[in-house]
């Protein structure tokens, strides 16, 4: 049975794989949260998953490549250096960073890359993010993957047409921009809505989370999938043969 162990273990979600692993066919390893050693874990383990922190990712990384183990990175608010050390440490090992390891945001994503393709760049782009009141991290990784999937549509990076968090005195709408508005309150697993606004019409595609097991699945199936691979980087839509 395929060992998986968990960076970010006594999280919400790592304490929601733990609690589904056994479901999907695997077992736990162990796990390391803050102050922890992540080296001996990656050499116990077959294969790891990381939901902790940004700060963390770097010796999670080396530790993984230093014992040729797997990883599926499931942290957010990560930045363009962190993707450079993934896309480094993915010439060693097989890794799999998504913002989203949930069936339905995967699904949505290629709905949004779909509808952006099809519709004119006179149709604005805006999305909305909910989370529960801990999260850290704003936009979600989720509504950053689904800026990146339109934007890639379109022919350009997110980074050109990103507008965060509008307030102020910001003038009028800038012509194909991506506009992201992120609320936060209460328990709210994650809900993203992106929104196509046309002169007179609207289109809305949205996902809800009413249960982090969501995530946890997706997370452990991707860890599952991952674990034996040749290096490179994978994606969550390959891992649900979506
Ligand atoms: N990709 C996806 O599908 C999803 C991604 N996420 C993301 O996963 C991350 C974790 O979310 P969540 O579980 O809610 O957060 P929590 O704050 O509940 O858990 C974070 C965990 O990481 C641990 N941690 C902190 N620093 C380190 C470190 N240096 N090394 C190892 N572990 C460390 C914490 O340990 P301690 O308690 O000791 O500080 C804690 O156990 C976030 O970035 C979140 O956005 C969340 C849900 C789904
Ligand atoms: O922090 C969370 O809780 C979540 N984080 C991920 C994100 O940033 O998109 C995924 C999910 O929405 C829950």
Redesign the pocket.
Known sequence: MTAIGIYGSNG?MGRAIATIVGDEGGRIAGGVDAGGDPVPLAQAADVLVDFSTPAALQPHLAAAVAAGTPIVIGT?GLSSAHHALIDEAAQRIAVLQT??TSLGVTLLGILVREAAARLGRDWDIEIV?M??RH?V?AP????ILLGEAAAQARGTTLSEVRVDGRAGLVGARTEETIGFSSLRGGSV??D?HVIFAGEGERIELGHR?EDRTI?ARGAVKAALWLAGRTPGRYQMAEVLGL
């Open positions: 919400r957010t913002g989203n993010e989370h529960h999260k991290d979600s990784g989720t509504a697993v994650g993203h989370g995530f």
